[in-house]
């Protein structure tokens, strides 16, 4: 029998849902939840997620604020930028898109942004959290999606052996901090590029989170039958056939169906929840500021 699908859209406007209600009862108490996205330099991918997330905002009644600055800015105004909606109280969520141009220092310039503004979740101060077991913080976006997606499917992850293939600040430590937390409480092995016999150790998993960024990597004989398989990644490889020239390959080989019990659709999975996580962030912010 075929995967079932951990269908990421279903998931994402079930969370939708949701936050229109709590968008709407903040707006009832004068509240408008505010989002500031801040994009530098003219990566299409980015602009197309920017745009993503801007329209996602439009659709919830979000405020946002979309601030586009040339490749060439100098990371003195992208400063100047982060400690204006630091200061803003009208501005409850910072986020800046990643990758920023070569010449800037990306981590250093995250750090700058107000932790209860952090809406990516980057902020050492909320990784940190993160880290002492804290599950009810800004949480990174993308891994946060990731379990919300696995609870709606109903999958018990208690006593569970996951393998995370990465080790990324964004995607596979906070994945694997989270599913070892209390509440999901699953056995983690995190296996990264320098990781020995990784198809054995894919192999134990009764979850696989990938997220490396190599289009098909994971094999359907690297899975273990029945095993749960979320595939985070999003990579576009050279295909001739299609009009635009390429498509979306996730980390995932398709095969892997034919194995798993479940598994996470690319596109189609784990990219609106990352959306839908970064909008419930948003709001939470706004919640946080308002009932201080
Ligand atoms: P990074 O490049 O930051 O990290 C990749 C990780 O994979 C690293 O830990 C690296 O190991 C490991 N790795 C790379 N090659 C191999 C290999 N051959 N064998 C074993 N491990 C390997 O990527 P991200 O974490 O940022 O992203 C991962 C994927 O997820 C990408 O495809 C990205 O596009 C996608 N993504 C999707 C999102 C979504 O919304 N769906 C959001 C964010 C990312 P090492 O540390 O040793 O170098």
Redesign the pocket.
Known sequence: MPAQRLDGRACATEVEVELLERVSSLKDEGVEPHLAVIIVGDDPASHV?VNSKVKTCGRLGIRSTHIALPSSTEEATLEHHIHDLNQREDVHGILVQ?PLPPHMDEEALTDLIAPHKDVDGFHPQNLGRLVQGRTDGMLP??PS?VMRMLRWANIDLEGKRAVV????????MPAALLLAARGADATVTV?????QE?EAVCKEADVLV??????D?VKADWVKPGAIVVD????RVDDDTRERGWRLA??VDPSVADVASWLSP?PG???P???AMLMENTVRAAEAVHHR
Not at 165 to 172: A, D, H, K, Q
Not at 210 to 215: C, W
Not at 232 to 235: D, E, F, L, R, T
């Open positions: 997620y990643s976006c993308t999606g293939l990465g080790r990324s600040r964004i995607v596979g296996a990264h590029s320098r990781t990784l990938a997220a490396v960024g190599r289009p990597m985070v990644g999003i990579n996730g980390d690319v999975g784990v990219g929840m990352t959306i």
